[in-house]
């Protein structure tokens, strides 16, 4: 008979509570704000005792931090789940900016990432949760897009903090009613416009 690994159901019950954690933290913040929710609901929207709140995060901000790097996290997950290697430079550039605006209206995403993250967190502490995930895969797509010949050598991190600022400020227009496609119209032309532009020195 097998024995189970009791290191491995530790470590798998451990994930779960976090996860847990991290799934009522999220439903609470999008419905209340993060200044409008306790951590008692919060603990109680999951099931568990305050204890394990407090054995897994430090306090609230950290719980909040867990929650919008995994919100991150997943909108890179479907840029790059959009844009395969197997499309041009140019065309992977596209799609991933169509799968940004696409994965920011997920219900509670663009507040959480957009507006109460660098409220809560700060601009610095967003710009390394956006550097690991959503600005990453711009940069990389930039890069590549530059290193086809498509796009002119400009300095790589002005254009993605200037680009993606761009792609941030077109989703919280759609997540006030904007359009969509007017947008992504708009965002297009202006990545085609810097691919015409003349190569820089």
């Given amino acids: 008979m097998q024995v189970a690994n009791p290191r491995r159901s530790n470590r798998d019950?451990?994930?779960a509570?976090?996860?847990?954690?991290?799934?009522?933290?999220?439903?609470?913040f999008t419905e209340k704000s993060y200044a409008e929710t306790g951590t008692p609901e919060i603990v109680a929207a999951a099931g568990l005792t305050r204890g394990a709140l407090y054995h897994h995060f430090v306090d609230k901000q950290a719980l909040f931090r867990a929650v919008v790097d995994a919100e991150a996290a997943a909108v890179a997950a479907e840029i790059e789940r959009t844009a395969p290697t197997t499309l041009s430079a140019r065309d992977a550039?596209?799609?991933?900016?169509?799968?940004?605006?696409?994965?920011m209206g997920v219900p509670g995403?663009?507040?959480?990432?957009?507006?109460?993250g660098p409220a809560v967190l700060g601009r610095a502490e967003m710009d390394a949760i956006d550097a690991r995930h959503g600005n990453r895969t711009l940069r990389e797509g930039l890069a590549a897009t530059m290193r086809a010949g498509d796009l002119p050598r400009l300095p790589l991190d002005a254009l993605t903090s200037l680009l993606g600022a761009a792609f941030d400020r077109a989703?919280?227009?759609?997540?006030a009613g904007g359009s969509p496609d007017d947008y992504r119209a708009v965002l297009a032309a202006v990545?085609?416009?810097l691919m015409r532009s003349p190569s820089g020195s």
């Fill in 13 to 15: 019950r451990t994930e």
């Fill in 17 to 28: 509570t976090r996860s847990d954690l991290i799934a009522a933290a999220r439903r609470l």
């Fill in 93 to 103: 550039l596209l799609a991933g900016g169509e799968a940004y605006i696409g994965a």
């Fill in 109 to 116: 995403r663009t507040r959480l990432l957009l507006v109460d």
């Fill in 171 to 175: 989703a919280l227009a759609v997540d």
């Fill in 191 to 193: 990545i085609d416009g």
